[in-house]
C-alpha cells in the first residue's frame, strides 16, 4: 500500500479526533516509515498528529519530516508545544532548524527553553557558517583521569540518556582540557578490573578539530582516522564539543552538492531546489552565465581577428569544433579530477609538482592519439591535403596539452589561494580553451600554410 492510500485514513482519524488509533500509528512503525505517510498532510494536520504520540516519539517522528515541514510546523504551532518538543532536540539540530525559522519567532522561542539549553544554542550560533563549532553538539560523555572503572561506569550511566553517543568518552581536567579518550568497548573490557584508573587506560594522542577550522577539515579527519565522533577545541585545548557521524554525514553531502553546483557553473543554492526563491535561483546561474558569455564573446573576437584567414582558408571553419571539443573534454577531465583529488584530500598543494607533471605526460599522450586520429580523418577529405591536415593535428596536439595545463594548474591555483577549486569549473575551463583553441588552430595554420602565409 502506498503512503497516498494512507493520507485518507489519517484525515478520517483526525476528523473523528481518533486519539487510541493516533496513538498506535505514531507507535507502530519506525519514525522514519511514520514521517513517510504523513508527507502529504499539511503542516497543521501532521503537528496534530504529533500531539498523540509520546515525547520521545514526538520528537523521533519529527526529525524525519521534510525541513520545509518542520520549519512551517515550529512557525505556526502554539510556541509552548513547539518549546517542549525543541528542548528535546540536539543542540546542534536546533541550531541547524532555527537558522531557517523567521527570526521573530526564533525570539519568541529562545526564552522558553532552559536556560543551559539556551546559552548553548546562542554559543553555537555565534560560530561562522560552516565551521566545526557550528555543526558541533555540546552534549558528550565526560571522564576524569582520577577516576577508576568502576566510577566512570556509574558516571556514563547517569550521563547516557541525554547524549547522542557514548562510542567514545572523553578525559577532561578540572579546567575543561581535553586529556585523553577511552572507547565504550575499553569500559566495558575493563569490567573486569573495577579499580583500574581511566588514566592508564586512555588514548593521549587524539586527533581533534578546532571551532573555527571549516568543517571540510573535520569530514577530512573523520574520514582519514574512520572515527565515530571527533572532539572539537579552543585554542587553548578546552573541550568544547564533539562532531557526531551523522553531522559528518549531512557535511559531506552539503560539500559534495555545494561543488556539484560549482563544478556545474551554478552558484551553490543554500536551500533545496524547490525552496529556493525563483529571483535568487535567476541570479545565482545568471552570474555564471554571463561569465561563460564573455567567454564566448572572445572566442568571437578571435574569430574576427582572423576573418582573412578564414576567408582565404575556408576548410579551416570545418576543423574548428573538432580542435577545440577535444581541448575542452580534456581540460575538463583534468579539472575534474583535480578538484575531486583536492576535495577528498588525496592530493595537496605540496604534491603540485607531481600532478603537474603526471599531466603533463598525459596531455602529451591524449594529445598524440587524437592527433593521430586528426590526422587521418581530415586526410579523407579533399581540401586539407597533407600539409592542411598536419595543421588540424598539430594543432589539436597543442590544444589538447593546453586544456590538461589549464585543467590542472587553475584548481590547484585556485587551492593556494584559499578559494574552493571548484569554483575553476568544468564550462569555465571549457570557455577558456575555446579562445585559446581558435588563436592556436588559426595561428598554426599562418605559419603551415604557404597560400596564408604568401598573403
Request: proline residues 4%; glycine residues 6%; contains cysteine.
Amino acid at each position: 500500500m502506498t503512503n497516498t492510500l494512507y493520507l485518507p485514513e489519517i484525515r478520517e482519524m483526525l476528523a473523528e479526533n481518533n486519539a487510541v488509533e493516533l496513538q498506535e500509528f505514531c507507535q507502530a512503525l519506525h519514525p522514519a516509515r511514520t514521517a513517510e505517510f504523513m508527507e502529504g498532510l499539511r503542516a497543521d494536520e501532521s503537528w496534530n498528529v504529533l500531539k498523540h504520540a509520546d515525547n520521545g516519539s514526538r520528537v523521533e517522528i519529527f526529525a524525519y519530516f521534510d525541513p520545509s515541514k518542520q520549519v512551517e510546523v515550529i512557525e505556526t504551532a502554539d510556541e509552548h508545544d513547539v518549546a517542549t518538543l525543541l528542548e528535546r532536540l540536539p543542540n546542534d539540530d536546533l541550531v541547524d532548524l532555527l537558522d531557517h525559522v523567521s527570526p521573530d519567532r526564533v525570539a519568541t522561542l529562545l526564552p522558553l527553553l532552559p536556560n543551559a539549553m539556551r546559552r548553548d544554542v546562542l554559543r553555537l550560533r555565534a560560530y561562522p557558517e560552516d565551521s566545526a563549532g557550528a555543526v558541533m553538539t555540546t552534549e558528550f560523555a565526560r571522564l576524569k583521569e582520577t577516576d577508576t572503572v568502576r566510577q566512570a561506569l556509574a558516571d556514563v550511566s547517569q550521563q547516557a540518556e541525554g547524549l547522542e553517543t557514548i562510542y567514545y568518552l572523553y578525559v577532561i581536567d578540572e579546567e575543561d582540557h581535553l586529556r585523553g579518550t577511552v572507547s565504550a568497548r575499553q569500559l566495558v573490557s575493563a569490567m573486569g578490573h573495577p579499580d583500574v584508573k581511566i588514566v592508564d587506560l586512555m588514548e593521549r594522542d587524539v586527533v581533534s578539530v578546532e571551532a573555527e577550522d571549516d568543517q571540510e577539515e573535520v569530514l577530512h579527519k573523520v574520514a582519514r582516522y574512520d572515527l565515530m565522533a571527533i572532539p572539537v577545541v579552543d585554542h587553548e585545548h578546552h573541550m568544547l564539543g564533539i562532531v557526531t557521524h551523522d553531522d559528518v554525514i549531512d557535511v559531506a553531502r552539503e560539500e559534495a552538492t555545494e561543488d556539484a553546483h560549482r563544478v556545474g557553473g551554478i552558484d551553490p543554492l543554500e536551500h533545496g531546489y524547490l525552496e529556493t526563491k525563483l529571483p535568487l535561483l535567476i541570479w545565482k546561474r545568471g552570474v555564471w552565465l554571463v561569465i561563460f558569455f564573455c567567454g564566448a564573446l572572445l572566442t568571437t573576437v578571435a574569430l574576427q581577428e582572423h576573418e582573412s584567414t578564414l576567408a582565404s582558408v575556408t576548410w579551416l571553419v570545418f576543423f574548428i569544433p573538432l580542435v577545440n571539443s577535444s581541448g575542452g573534454n580534456t581540460g575538463n577531465q583534468s579539472a575534474t579530477l583535480v578538484i575531486t583529488a583536492l576535495a577528498t584530500g588525496d592530493i595537496t598543494f605540496r604534491d603540485g609538482w607531481k600532478v603537474i607533471r603526471r599531466e603533463f605526460l598525459m596531455g602529451v599522450a591524449l594529445g598524440g592519439i587524437l592527433a593521430v586520429g586528426a590526422f587521418g580523418t581530415s586526410m579523407v577529405f579533399d581540401e586539407p591535403g597533407w600539409l592542411g591536415s598536419t595543421v588540424v593535428a598539430t594543432s589539436l596536439f597543442l590544444v589538447v596539452l593546453c586544456g590538461t595545463a589549464a585543467g590542472t594548474l587553475l584548481p590547484l591555483a585556485f587551492h593556494r589561494l584559499g578559494l574552493d577549486p571548484a569554483l575553476m569549473s568544468n564550462p569555465l575551463v571549457a570557455s577558456l580553451i575555446d579562445f585559446l583553441g581558435i588563436a592556436i588552430y588559426l595561428n598554426v595554420a599562418l605559419l603551415l600554410l604557404p597560400k596564408i602565409a604568401g598573403g
